[in-house]
């Protein structure tokens, strides 16, 4: 494969033109020793390219005001996404992909980006489906050994709770962050990279996740205007409409580097407001922090002092430690718990007259003395532990526990949330992905991050489902009490209230009552109740009291499959009688831009054979988006397309259970007629219809004039993953209407419709099939894409690491005397080279004209045996090599100047 034409940010392409010629470059700014690498300031964590793109306002504003080096991991190349400008898909895209990302982010002065190579398989709901498929130790070790080697005072991230709609490889990435947050601090986590890679242990400052949750104006005064859901967040803002040097606001520089992403259809991205009153915030929520903060501060500075910035006057010096522990998140109204008080001393002096003192909320009340007999000796810890107590009539809530560190040098203060609860407190079931979620941000020493998700269970219109609701005893006696079901109008239970009976201090129970949607007239999937959400109270009694929780019940609209009629025929027309069922609304919307019936609309019909499922469906069309040639048959939610969407069992925690057919009505295929084309996407078994879908047959008809199209599909039982279930199989169609040519859809409608809802199996439709008797199977194991873009492969990794020391993919970091080049020379036709190596491995070699890769070669080695090679050039004038080389799972880059 030839890789040519790969661009870098142009400080880094200067800073490799005067690396020396045979060692490895220089680190581009202050060295640690032992490391050999870059110091950052700040470093996000993401899951794809382009994943960072909503805070480089902020990046960039703290580059250019305060100096602040940031730097980007990138878990995957976003391989799997979408291209909008070509035809490349796989490794190809990714690397494109990586050139765009270093593009866009060098508007923002950010030069470091690490790319880790794990596979970026589809667009997915589910974080422990990636965390399957990348691999959970391998991947978190990548992202330690980087901050170890970085040393970055702030980890940004994104939001690690499956929130609906949020991406499973974004959740995944946030849960990596936070827990390399802790890891690349304790010398137990990952100590091969103390003891064989000469790594140190380093602890960062503070963590943070991308937005807040709760509600602010735009304009100059938007971060103090914010005002979060749960009192207890800390929420900071950077306004994107402060100025660069250049006169432009930094949410104008923004756009611009968000038009960089030009595969993922970004390069229309509007242009940033003009009138600062319309200008947002870029909101960071703090997760964790062992640096002192202020609340208060609504500068852009304010998530930098005290770690990257020196304290506002009179604060504490940099560097110095000041956080909260808590021996549990949970209390109950009359508990103590205990609060340690954790002081460190900054590496480079000693903290004097140190005393922590405790800020509590009204009415409660603490023992203990936060005074230190002595100073703090520079790089100590000393602790100070208090017995806090938890009023009777304290409310049932988050709030904050807060402490100040006073000392000769200055103070501080800091905050911890705990949560009171009566003695039981009774919650709705979880979905299971919300299950895994509770359970590691509790593992994770998170449990604050449960108030992000609103606990939500789904039944299908007219239906009956169980709704099963735990308790927990979080007090000191055993319990017996009751728990009542509200329910809104509309929807029934079995009993108002049930009893449960000696709930031991500690234990775990439930009760469950069986639901009904007694009025079907009740609007489903998005429209009905508030977004779809019709509220639910679950309320518990005890010996101590009453609590009450809230939750909410979904909709899923519901059908009944009838078996095609007589004469039935795949042939884009619904013959009378063939689809006797009912027909579907599949109008609504559920993403995007609102439509009108001429817009955008649809219509279906399902009926089933003996053999297969049939669709038809009737789109109402006014534009005709991109005709993509059949080659690129792929990604259907670009342009104008149908995407029918199977979960067998109605059961499916994430889309590798289910099938999903993306359907072009019309192609860009003029000697064949512009005919349809249709293929597997984010499901069971990915890719061309002929290969993933055998027997599956389509015919679509499109109006001319065009106001419309007709598709009509015929899906064998036999190539959905499962058996169907007669009684429940889940089933959606979304239409996707795209009215511009530039690959990108408007408006997406659906019959089943909630924000990502084509990653949700449990908000499909369901339907029944009377009649008909499922085949005996096995269910098929899902196939996931297994090749992603390696860091080897791409010249624009190999430069970077050539100058930051930081290996390829951020594997271990061979030694540099591990590859030898001697002898590099321009000679007829590229570049002559002498490779040697200290052990057996392979050496990537790329003929680099400072901005650009113009030829390579890859060739294996043995151990100290010379190798000379020619690197083809075809045109350019290269004017170094650069070459990667990996033995037994390490790697090291390094940059030889030509003759």
Same mark, same amino acid.
């Given at each position: 494969?030839?890789?040519?034409?790969?661009?870098?940010?142009?400080?880094?392409?200067?800073?490799?033109?005067?690396?020396?010629?045979?060692?490895?470059?220089?680190?581009?700014?202050?060295?640690?020793?032992?490391?050999?690498?870059?110091?950052?300031?700040?470093?996000?964590?993401?899951?794809?390219?382009?994943?960072?793109?909503?805070?480089?306002?902020?990046?960039?504003?703290?580059?250019?005001?305060?100096?602040?080096?940031?730097?980007?991991?990138?878990?995957?190349?976003?391989?799997?996404?979408?291209?909008?400008?070509?035809?490349?898909?796989?490794?190809? *895209?990714? =690397?494109?992909?990586?050139?765009?990302?270093?593009?866009?982010?060098?508007?923002?002065?950010?030069?470091?980006?690490?790319?880790?190579?794990?596979?970026?398989?589809?667009?997915?709901?589910?974080?422990?489906?990636?965390?399957?498929?990348?691999?959970?130790?391998?991947?978190?070790?990548?992202?330690?050994?980087?901050?170890?080697?970085?040393?970055?005072?702030?980890?940004?991230?994104?939001? $690690?709770?499956?929130?609906?709609?949020?991406?499973?490889?974004?959740?995944?990435?946030?849960?990596?962050?936070?827990?390399?947050?802790?890891?690349?601090?304790?010398?137990?986590?990952?100590?091969?990279?103390?003891?064989?890679?000469?790594?140190?242990?380093? @602890?960062?400052?503070?963590? *943070?996740?991308?937005?807040?949750?709760?509600?602010?104006?735009?304009?100059?005064?938007?971060?103090?205007?914010?005002?979060?859901?749960?009192?207890?967040?800390?929420?900071?803002?950077?306004? !994107?409409?402060?100025?660069?040097?250049?006169?432009?606001?930094?949410?104008?520089?923004?756009? /611009?580097?968000?038009?960089?992403?030009?595969?993922?259809?970004?390069?229309?991205?509007?242009?940033?407001?003009?009138? $600062?009153?319309?200008?947002?915030?870029? #909101?960071?929520?703090?997760?964790?922090?062992?640096?002192?903060?202020?609340?208060?501060?609504?500068?852009?500075?304010?998530?930098?002092?005290?770690?990257?910035?020196?304290?506002?006057?009179?604060?504490?010096?940099?560097?110095?430690?000041?956080?909260?522990?808590?021996?549990?998140?949970?209390?109950?109204?009359?508990?103590?718990?205990?609060?340690?008080?954790?002081?460190?001393?900054?590496?480079?002096?000693?903290?004097?007259?140190?005393?922590?003192?405790?800020?509590?909320?009204?009415?409660?009340?603490?023992?203990?003395?936060?005074? #230190?007999?002595?100073?703090?000796?520079?790089?100590?810890?000393?602790?100070?532990?208090?017995?806090?107590?938890?009023?009777?009539?304290?409310?049932?809530?988050?709030?904050? =526990?807060?402490?100040?560190?006073?000392?000769?040098?200055?103070?501080?203060?800091?905050?911890?949330?705990?949560?009171?609860?009566? /003695?039981?407190?009774?919650?709705? !079931?979880?979905?299971?992905?919300?299950?895994?979620?509770?359970?590691?941000?509790?593992?994770?020493?998170?449990?604050?991050?449960?108030?992000?998700?609103?606990?939500?269970?789904?039944?299908?219109?007219?239906?009956? @489902?169980?709704?099963?609701?735990?308790?927990?005893?979080?007090? /000191?006696?055993?319990?017996?009490?009751?728990?009542?079901?509200?329910?809104?109008?509309?929807?029934?239970?079995?009993?108002?209230?049930?009893?449960?009976?000696?709930?031991?201090?500690?234990?775990?129970?439930?009760?469950?009552?069986?639901?009904?949607?007694? /009025?079907?007239?009740?609007?489903?999937?998005?429209?009905?109740?508030?977004?779809?959400?019709?509220?639910?109270?679950?309320?518990?009694?005890?010996?101590?009291?009453?609590?009450?929780?809230?939750?909410?019940?979904?909709?899923?609209?519901?059908?009944?499959? $009838?078996?095609?009629?007589?004469?039935?025929?795949?042939?884009?027309?619904?013959?009378?009688?063939?689809?006797?069922?009912?027909?579907?609304?599949?109008?609504? =919307?559920?993403?995007?831009?609102?439509? &009108?019936?001429?817009?955008?609309?649809?219509?279906?019909?399902?009926?089933? &054979?003996?053999?297969?499922?049939?669709?038809?469906?009737?789109?109402?069309?006014?534009?005709?988006?991109?005709?993509?040639?059949?080659?690129?048959?792929?990604?259907?939610?670009?342009?104008?397309?149908?995407?029918? =969407?199977?979960?067998?069992?109605?059961?499916?925690?994430?889309?590798?259970?289910?099938?999903?057919?993306?359907?072009?009505?019309?192609?860009?295929?003029?000697?064949?007629?512009?005919?349809?084309?249709?293929?597997?996407?984010?499901?069971?078994?990915?890719?061309?219809?002929?290969?993933?879908?055998?027997?599956?047959? %389509?015919?679509?008809?499109?109006?001319? $004039?065009?106001?419309?199209?007709?598709?009509?599909?015929?899906?064998? #039982?036999?190539?959905?993953?499962?058996?169907?279930?007669?009684?429940?199989?889940?089933?959606?169609?979304?239409?996707?209407?795209?009215?511009?040519?530039?690959?990108?859809?408007?408006?997406?409608?659906?019959?089943?419709?909630?924000?990502?809802?084509?990653?949700?199996?449990?908000?499909?439709?369901?339907?029944?099939?009377?009649?008909?008797?499922?085949?005996?199977?096995?269910?098929?194991?899902?196939?996931?894409?297994?090749?992603?873009?390696?860091?080897?492969?791409?010249?624009?990794?190999?430069?970077?690491?050539?100058?930051?020391?930081?290996?390829?993919?951020?594997?271990?970091?061979?030694?540099? @005397?591990?590859?030898?080049?001697?002898?590099?020379?321009?000679?007829?036709?590229?570049?002559?080279?002498?490779?040697?190596?200290?052990?057996?491995?392979?050496?990537?070699?790329?003929?680099?004209?400072?901005?650009?890769?113009?030829?390579?070669?890859?060739?294996?080695?043995?151990?100290?045996?010379? %190798?000379?090679?020619?690197?083809?050039?075809?045109?350019?004038?290269?004017?170094?090599? *650069?070459?990667? #080389?990996?033995?037994?799972?390490?790697?090291?880059?390094?940059?030889? @100047?030509?003759?």
């Amino acid at each position: 494969m030839r890789l040519k034409a790969f661009l870098l940010p142009t400080a880094l392409a200067l800073a490799l033109a005067g690396t020396p010629a045979t060692a490895l470059a220089a680190p581009a700014g202050g060295a640690h020793a032992g490391t050999g690498t870059v110091d950052l300031d700040v470093l996000f964590v993401s899951a794809h390219p382009d994943d960072e793109a909503g805070s480089l306002a902020t990046l960039g504003q703290w580059k250019e005001n305060y100096g602040v080096r940031a730097g980007v991991v990138t878990i995957t190349r976003g391989e799997g996404g979408g291209n909008a400008v070509g035809l490349e898909e796989g490794p190809p *895209l990714g =690397i494109i992909r990586e050139r765009e990302e270093r593009t866009a982010i060098g508007h923002a002065g950010v030069e470091n980006l690490y790319n880790l190579d794990r596979v970026d398989f589809w667009y997915t709901a589910s974080a422990p489906l990636s965390e399957r498929i990348w691999g959970h130790d391998d991947t978190l070790a990548k992202i330690v050994r980087v901050i170890r080697q970085t040393r970055p005072e702030i980890i940004m991230t994104m939001n $690690p709770s499956p929130t609906p709609g949020n991406h499973g490889n974004h959740q995944q990435a946030a849960r990596f962050a936070a827990e390399a947050f802790h890891a690349a601090a304790d010398p137990t986590a990952f100590p091969e990279q103390l003891t064989r890679e000469g790594l140190k242990p380093f @602890r960062p400052a503070t963590f *943070l996740r991308t937005g807040g949750t709760g509600t602010s104006s735009a304009g100059p005064a938007c971060a103090s205007s914010f005002t979060p859901t749960v009192p207890t967040d800390q929420v900071f803002g950077v306004w !994107e409409g402060t100025r660069s040097a250049n006169g432009r606001t930094w949410a104008e520089i923004e756009v /611009d580097a968000r038009r960089e992403y030009v595969t993922q259809g970004w390069a229309g991205t509007a242009a940033a407001p003009t009138d $600062p009153a319309a200008i947002r915030c870029d #909101f960071y929520t703090l997760v964790d922090s062992r640096v002192p903060y202020d609340p208060a501060d609504t500068s852009p500075a304010a998530i930098l002092r005290g770690s990257v910035l020196p304290p506002a006057p009179g604060g504490l010096p940099r560097g110095t430690e000041l956080y909260l522990t808590t021996d549990r998140f949970d209390l109950t109204p009359g508990q103590t718990v205990t609060v340690t008080a954790h002081v460190r001393a900054p590496r480079d002096r000693a903290l004097s007259r140190p005393a922590v003192s405790l800020r509590l909320p009204s009415g409660w009340t603490a023992t203990g003395s936060g005074a #230190f007999k002595g100073a703090i000796a520079a790089g100590k810890e000393r602790t100070a532990t208090f017995t806090v107590t938890v009023p009777a009539n304290a409310a049932n809530q988050q709030h904050l =526990i807060g402490a100040t560190l006073t000392t000769g040098q200055g103070a501080g203060r800091t905050d911890r949330a705990v949560r009171v609860v009566a /003695d039981v407190r009774g919650t709705l !079931e979880p979905l299971p992905e919300v299950g895994v979620f509770r359970d590691w941000a509790r593992d994770n020493g998170y449990p604050q991050l449960d108030t992000l998700i609103k606990p939500v269970l789904t039944l299908g219109s007219g239906g009956s @489902r169980s709704v099963r609701v735990d308790l927990r005893n979080h007090g /000191d006696a055993t319990e017996s009490g009751t728990v009542t079901l509200g329910l809104p109008a509309g929807f029934t239970a079995d009993a108002a209230t049930k009893s449960y009976a000696n709930l031991a201090p500690g234990a775990a129970g439930s009760v469950t009552f069986t639901v009904t949607n007694s /009025d079907a007239t009740l609007p489903t999937a998005n429209e009905g109740g508030s977004d779809g959400d019709y509220g639910i109270t679950i309320t518990t009694t005890s010996s101590s009291g009453t609590t009450v929780e809230s939750g909410a019940l979904e909709i899923v609209p519901t059908s009944e499959v $009838p078996h095609a009629g007589p004469g039935h025929a795949v042939d884009g027309v619904a013959s009378p009688g063939e689809y006797p069922g009912e027909e579907l609304d599949l109008s609504r =919307i559920w993403e995007g831009q609102a439509t &009108t019936p001429q817009d955008a609309s649809a219509t279906g019909r399902v009926a089933w &054979t003996e053999d297969a499922l049939k669709v038809f469906v009737r789109v109402t069309d006014d534009v005709l988006g991109t005709k993509v040639v059949p080659q690129d048959c792929k990604r259907q939610r670009r342009t104008d397309s149908v995407e029918i =969407i199977v979960d067998p069992k109605g059961n499916s925690t994430d889309t590798s259970t289910v099938f999903k057919a993306g359907i072009f009505p019309v192609t860009d295929d003029p000697a064949n007629g512009d005919p349809p084309c249709w293929q597997r996407d984010a499901d069971n078994r990915q890719g061309p219809a002929d290969v993933t879908a055998p027997g599956m047959t %389509v015919v679509s008809k499109v109006s001319s $004039p065009y106001t419309g199209y007709t598709i009509e599909a015929s899906i064998p #039982f036999s190539v959905l993953p499962d058996a169907v279930d007669p009684q429940r199989m889940g089933f959606n169609v979304l239409i996707y209407d795209s009215d511009t040519q530039d690959l990108t859809s408007q408006s997406r409608l659906g019959w089943s419709t909630f924000t990502g809802v084509r990653a949700d199996p449990y908000r499909y439709g369901l339907v029944t099939l009377p009649g008909y008797t499922p085949a005996d199977r096995e269910p098929s194991a899902p196939v996931f894409p297994d090749t992603a873009a390696r860091s080897v492969h791409s010249p624009q990794t190999i430069a970077q690491s050539a100058v930051d020391g930081v290996a390829p993919a951020a594997v271990p970091r061979l030694p540099e @005397r591990a590859l030898r080049l001697t002898g590099q020379t321009r000679v007829a036709g590229g570049v002559k080279v002498t490779v040697r190596a200290d052990r057996s491995g392979t050496v990537h070699l790329y003929a680099w004209d400072g901005e650009r890769a113009v030829g390579d070669r890859s060739v294996d080695l043995r151990s100290g045996r010379p %190798v000379t090679v020619v690197v083809p050039v075809a045109d350019g004038r290269p004017t170094s090599l *650069l070459a990667a #080389f990996e033995a037994g799972g390490s790697a090291l880059a390094t940059q030889a @100047r030509l003759r």
